[in-house]
């Protein structure tokens, strides 16, 4: 998967050592959605440098539907749990 600049700099942001806490906000269609399933699916990987065993992965939506119909959704499609979603590499 092809990240973004912004979403590259958001992780490295994100991801540092004394970073307890990153949001991220922007207007729609800047792949806010995508960077959250990817950081998600990083995150519970093992052998990620993301990856922390019993660490979790929340992922926060304006709405529950939201979260179902974009996130969870391109989340399963990352861990190949959903055959009707592929992301293009």
Request: net charge positive; hydrophobic share 40%; charged share 20%.
């Amino acid at each position: 998967m092809k990240l973004m600049g912004f979403q590259n700099e958001f992780i490295r942001s994100a991801t540092a050592p004394d970073t307890l806490i990153a949001a991220l906000s922007g207007p729609r269609g800047l792949g806010k959605t995508t960077l959250v399933a990817h950081l998600a699916h990083r995150f519970l990987t093992p052998g990620d440098q993301l990856h922390r065993p019993g660490g979790e992965a929340h992922i926060i939506a304006a709405s529950m539907g939201q979260a179902r119909r974009t996130t969870f959704k391109q989340l399963r499609g990352m861990i190949g749990d959903d055959p009707q979603f592929k992301i293009a590499e």
